[in-house]
């Protein structure tokens, strides 16, 4: 079946723009997770959806940051006002109910603010 | 102290060879252990997880942990080329949050 889908694959925008990130996660996943992944570093987690949930946030690393998942599917992630240090490749996963560890990444989209 | 550490690498080793990659975690309450593999440009695949000390193999995978030294590795016997890519250690402490390492380079040298 489909695997988890992101959109734009490429994001370049100048500083102070907002951005919209998009994840597509596999179908029936009920977890959702995305990460930051800048050069040469770890994943960095940002926010967990779970089910209708309330998701948990305290891995967004400024108020800057928001998300949401519509109807327990798709999720947006949201950043206003970009800055240069915000520049990454953003990372959704999905994983089944009770499965966690069966994180299904996504490709990323990769962000570049000028 | 990051939370979960690896040598960034490269490790270089000849095909055929077994590549030893290692990873330590400061969260004695760390429950389960993970290794993803991520090829250049490409998003992070689940290799294997592991929950208790000892070995787990996989085919030509064997994750090993050691609890009371706080240390997972992953052991990839008969490397191939393909094997080239950096893996990445992540810990779960029971909860849905996984910590990942920075992780290791490994390049098999044909």
């Known amino acids: 079946g489909a695997g988890v889908s992101q959109s734009p694959s490429n994001k370049v925008t100048e500083k102070g723009k907002d951005v919209e990130l998009r994840c597509d996660p596999i179908s029936g996943h009920t977890a959702l997770y995305w990460y930051r992944q800048s050069l040469g570093q770890g994943l960095e987690f940002l926010i967990y959806?779970?089910?209708?949930?309330?998701?948990?946030k305290s891995g967004l690393p400024s108020d800057r940051f928001s998300a949401e998942r519509t109807g327990g599917s798709v999720s947006t992630l949201t950043i206003q006002r970009t800055q240069q240090e915000d520049s990454a490749v953003y990372l959704c996963?999905?994983?089944?109910?009770?499965?966690?560890?069966?994180?299904?990444f996504g490709p990323g989209t990769r962000l570049t603010v000028t | 102290q990051k939370e979960v550490e690896q040598n960034s690498g490269p490790l270089s080793v000849p095909e055929g060879a077994i590549a030893s990659l290692n990873c330590t975690y400061s969260?004695?309450?760390?429950?389960?252990f993970f290794w993803y593999r991520q090829y250049s440009g490409k998003s992070p695949e689940l290799i294997m997880f592991i929950y208790s000390n000892g070995d787990k193999e996989d085919g030509r995978f064997t994750a090993q942990l050691n609890k009371a030294s706080q240390y997972v590795s992953l052991l990839i016997r008969d490397s191939q080329p393909s094997d080239s890519a950096t893996y990445l250690c992540?810990?779960?402490?029971?909860?849905?949050?996984?910590?990942f390492g920075t992780g290791t380079r490994l390049k098999v040298l044909a």
């Open positions: 992540a810990v779960n402490r029971g909860t849905y949050k996984y910590i």
């Open positions: 959806f779970q089910g209708n949930s309330a998701p948990d």
């Open positions: 969260d004695r309450g760390s429950q389960s």
């Open positions: 996963a999905s994983s089944p109910r009770g499965r966690g560890y069966e994180q299904y």
